[in-house]
Protein backbone atom coordinates (compact mmCIF):
# COMPACT_ATOMS: atom_id res chain seq x y z
CA UNK A 1 0.00 0.00 0.00
CA UNK A 2 2.95 2.42 0.73
CA UNK A 3 4.23 1.92 -2.50
CA UNK A 4 1.06 2.22 -4.54
CA UNK A 5 1.05 5.87 -2.29
CA UNK A 6 4.25 6.64 -3.15
CA UNK A 7 3.95 6.35 -6.83
CA UNK A 8 0.77 8.21 -6.85
CA UNK A 9 2.65 11.07 -5.20
CA UNK A 10 5.14 11.27 -7.59
CA UNK A 11 3.37 11.13 -10.47
CA UNK A 12 1.09 13.91 -9.50
CA UNK A 13 4.04 16.23 -8.63
CA UNK A 14 5.92 15.04 -11.83
CA UNK A 15 2.36 16.45 -13.96
CA UNK A 16 2.84 19.33 -11.98
CA UNK A 17 6.20 20.76 -12.84
CA UNK A 18 6.15 23.52 -15.39
CA UNK A 19 9.29 22.31 -17.48
CA UNK A 20 9.59 25.11 -19.28
CA UNK A 21 10.62 27.62 -16.96
CA UNK A 22 14.30 25.18 -16.54
CA UNK A 23 16.96 27.48 -18.23
CA UNK A 24 18.81 26.82 -20.81
CA UNK A 25 22.33 24.90 -19.56
CA UNK A 26 25.34 23.86 -20.87
CA UNK A 27 25.21 19.87 -20.88
CA UNK A 28 27.69 17.23 -21.04
CA UNK A 29 26.79 16.97 -24.91
CA UNK A 30 28.32 20.54 -25.15
CA UNK A 31 31.52 19.71 -24.25
CA UNK A 32 33.83 17.19 -26.48
CA UNK A 33 34.51 14.81 -24.22
CA UNK A 34 38.41 14.39 -24.96
CA UNK A 35 38.63 18.13 -23.75
CA UNK A 36 42.08 18.82 -22.42
CA UNK A 37 42.99 22.51 -22.00
CA UNK A 38 46.15 23.50 -20.37
CA UNK A 39 48.22 26.35 -19.74
CA UNK A 40 51.82 26.55 -18.29
CA UNK A 41 53.41 29.95 -17.21
CA UNK A 42 57.36 29.56 -17.29
CA UNK A 43 60.20 31.36 -15.16
CA UNK A 44 61.65 34.27 -15.83
CA UNK A 45 64.86 36.56 -14.43
CA UNK A 46 63.22 37.72 -11.79
CA UNK A 47 60.17 36.58 -9.59
CA UNK A 48 57.34 35.01 -11.98
CA UNK A 49 54.81 32.50 -11.11
CA UNK A 50 55.71 29.23 -12.50
CA UNK A 51 52.94 26.77 -13.02
CA UNK A 52 50.88 24.56 -14.98
CA UNK A 53 47.00 24.34 -14.78
CA UNK A 54 45.14 21.44 -16.47
CA UNK A 55 41.22 21.61 -17.01
CA UNK A 56 39.45 18.61 -18.13
CA UNK A 57 36.02 18.32 -20.30
CA UNK A 58 34.42 16.34 -16.88
CA UNK A 59 35.25 19.90 -15.11
CA UNK A 60 38.33 18.38 -12.69
CA UNK A 61 41.23 21.09 -12.84
CA UNK A 62 44.66 20.52 -11.56
CA UNK A 63 46.93 23.22 -10.77
CA UNK A 64 50.87 22.24 -10.18
CA UNK A 65 52.00 25.03 -8.32
CA UNK A 66 56.60 24.72 -8.98
CA UNK A 67 57.82 28.37 -8.00
CA UNK A 68 57.02 32.03 -7.02
CA UNK A 69 53.00 30.81 -6.16
CA UNK A 70 51.14 31.02 -2.99
CA UNK A 71 50.49 27.45 -3.53
CA UNK A 72 53.32 24.91 -4.24
CA UNK A 73 52.59 21.56 -5.37
CA UNK A 74 49.02 19.48 -7.09
CA UNK A 75 45.45 21.70 -6.00
CA UNK A 76 42.80 19.91 -7.40
CA UNK A 77 39.37 21.54 -8.29
CA UNK A 78 36.12 21.17 -10.25
CA UNK A 79 35.31 23.82 -13.00
CA UNK A 80 31.51 24.30 -14.00
CA UNK A 81 30.21 22.82 -17.13
CA UNK A 82 29.15 26.55 -17.97
CA UNK A 83 32.85 28.04 -17.88
CA UNK A 84 34.41 25.03 -18.99
CA UNK A 85 31.70 25.80 -22.71
CA UNK A 86 33.07 29.86 -21.86
CA UNK A 87 36.45 28.46 -22.77
CA UNK A 88 35.94 26.34 -25.36
CA UNK A 89 34.30 29.78 -26.61
CA UNK A 90 37.09 32.06 -25.75
CA UNK A 91 39.40 29.31 -27.85
CA UNK A 92 36.74 29.90 -30.91
CA UNK A 93 37.27 33.61 -30.65
CA UNK A 94 40.87 33.38 -30.62
CA UNK A 95 40.87 30.83 -33.55
CA UNK A 96 43.90 29.28 -32.25
CA UNK A 97 43.78 26.60 -34.41
CA UNK A 98 44.93 29.43 -36.83
CA UNK A 99 47.70 30.74 -34.93
CA UNK A 100 51.01 29.94 -35.59
CA UNK A 101 52.69 27.60 -33.03
CA UNK A 102 55.38 30.15 -31.48
CA UNK A 103 55.73 33.23 -30.79
CA UNK A 104 59.81 33.90 -30.31
CA UNK A 105 62.84 35.55 -31.04
CA UNK A 106 63.54 32.99 -34.03
CA UNK A 107 59.48 33.08 -35.32
CA UNK A 108 59.41 36.09 -37.22
CA UNK A 109 57.22 38.06 -36.77
CA UNK A 110 58.53 39.76 -32.99
CA UNK A 111 60.33 42.62 -34.71
CA UNK A 112 60.57 44.29 -31.11
CA UNK A 113 61.46 41.85 -28.18
CA UNK A 114 62.57 41.64 -24.74
CA UNK A 115 64.72 39.25 -22.96
CA UNK A 116 64.65 37.93 -19.42
CA UNK A 117 60.43 37.50 -19.82
CA UNK A 118 58.29 34.52 -19.06
CA UNK A 119 56.87 32.35 -21.74
CA UNK A 120 53.29 30.48 -21.48
CA UNK A 121 52.28 27.74 -23.45
CA UNK A 122 48.73 26.66 -24.16
CA UNK A 123 47.58 23.58 -25.42
CA UNK A 124 43.83 22.39 -26.08
CA UNK A 125 42.70 19.12 -27.71
CA UNK A 126 39.16 18.90 -28.75
CA UNK A 127 37.21 16.84 -30.83
CA UNK A 128 40.51 14.49 -32.07
CA UNK A 129 42.05 17.60 -32.91
CA UNK A 130 45.36 18.87 -30.61
CA UNK A 131 47.55 22.10 -30.57
CA UNK A 132 50.21 24.06 -28.70
CA UNK A 133 51.41 27.78 -28.78
CA UNK A 134 54.18 28.79 -26.94
CA UNK A 135 54.38 32.28 -26.28
CA UNK A 136 57.40 34.30 -25.33
CA UNK A 137 56.58 37.08 -23.00
CA UNK A 138 59.31 39.29 -24.82
CA UNK A 139 57.62 39.27 -28.30
CA UNK A 140 56.39 42.49 -28.51
CA UNK A 141 55.05 41.85 -32.10
CA UNK A 142 56.40 43.35 -35.69
CA UNK A 143 53.57 46.11 -36.70
CA UNK A 144 49.77 45.84 -36.67
CA UNK A 145 49.72 42.06 -38.66
CA UNK A 146 51.68 40.31 -35.94
CA UNK A 147 50.54 42.39 -32.83
CA UNK A 148 46.46 41.28 -33.20
CA UNK A 149 47.20 37.75 -33.22
CA UNK A 150 49.74 38.51 -29.84
CA UNK A 151 46.18 40.57 -28.44
CA UNK A 152 44.03 37.34 -29.53
CA UNK A 153 46.23 34.82 -27.68
CA UNK A 154 46.82 37.20 -24.89
CA UNK A 155 43.25 37.58 -24.19
CA UNK A 156 42.55 33.61 -24.41
CA UNK A 157 45.80 32.93 -21.29
CA UNK A 158 44.16 35.59 -19.36
CA UNK A 159 40.50 34.02 -19.65
CA UNK A 160 41.71 30.69 -18.90
CA UNK A 161 43.81 31.97 -15.31
CA UNK A 162 40.74 33.97 -14.72
CA UNK A 163 37.92 31.20 -15.61
CA UNK A 164 40.11 28.22 -13.54
CA UNK A 165 40.71 30.83 -10.55
CA UNK A 166 44.56 30.53 -10.66
CA UNK A 167 44.57 33.57 -8.42
CA UNK A 168 43.39 31.54 -5.25
CA UNK A 169 46.69 29.29 -5.45
CA UNK A 170 49.16 32.11 -7.51
CA UNK A 171 48.62 35.52 -4.99
CA UNK A 172 48.18 38.70 -6.19
Not at 23 to 35: S, T
Not at 53 to 76: E, H, P, S, Y
Not at 78 to 105: G, Q
Request: net charge negative; with cysteine.
Amino acid sequence: MKQIIGIAILTTLGWSCDLSTIENVAVPGDIPPDLKISLERTACKGSCPVYKLTVFADGLTNFDGKQDTKTIGIMRTKTDKKEIVDLIEAFNEADYFSLPDIFDRDSGGCGNWATDLPSVITSVRKDKKEKEIDHYYGCRGDGKAAEEPLKRLSALESKIDQIAGTKRWVGE
